[in-house]
């Protein structure tokens, strides 16, 4: 029996029409009608500029990112989807500030609206740094359907938790 662990919070009746879908083998058949489309970001190169089209396309203005990865450890070590880290360092006489973002590994075979929900919450740490009112006005501002995508992505994740995959 799968675990509903990304979906904790969520009310009881929701959950059990979810534990319903699950048990009946038609939640992988809804996520994949709803959600056909396939992405083809699979090297970190390729996530890396499909990174900064979306920053350039919606924060302009933000800082530079360095680094941006897909991290086959994230879940593993810090219970996440996607990491933004922020580094500052001393080198000579001038502070340097890297931003750097990692995306769990799970998301190299995810359908596409699934890659971009994330890639845009993680970039949406670069103007606010937690999840407050403002995070998730920016979310909605790049994502229009933010939440709803948020929502599918976490079945989805339930989903393969069902299945037995590593998410």
């Known amino acids: 029996m799968a675990s509903l662990k990304y979906l904790a ?3 009881p009746e929701l959950t059990a029409q979810v534990r319903q879908w699950l048990d009946s083998g038609s939640l992988g058949q809804m996520l994949q009608k709803k959600y056909p489309a396939q992405h083809d970001v699979k090297t ?3 996530l890396y500029g499909y990174t ?4 350039n396309q919606f924060l302009r203005q933000s800082d530079p990112l360095s680094k941006v990865v897909y991290d086959d450890k994230i879940d593993v070590l810090h219970n996440a989807l996607g990491l933004h880290s922020f580094v500052s360092r001393v080198q000579g006489g001038k502070l340097k500030a890297k931003h750097e973002i990692r995306i769990a590994a799970v998301f190299k075979t995810a ?3 699934f890659l971009t929900m994330i890639v845009v919450h993680e970039l949406a740490h670069l103007r606010e740094k937690q999840h407050n009112k403002a995070f998730y ?3 909605t501002y790049m994502l229009p359907d933010y939440h709803q995508l948020e929502f599918d992505m976490r079945l989805y994740l339930t989903y393969l938790d069902g ?5």
């Open 111 to 113: 359908p596409a609206a």
């Open 163 to 167: 299945l037995g995959k590593a998410v």
């Open 52 to 55: 900064i089209a979306l920053k």
């Open 9 to 11: 919070g969520y009310s």
């Open 44 to 46: 970190d190169k390729a």
């Open 137 to 139: 006005k920016l979310c």
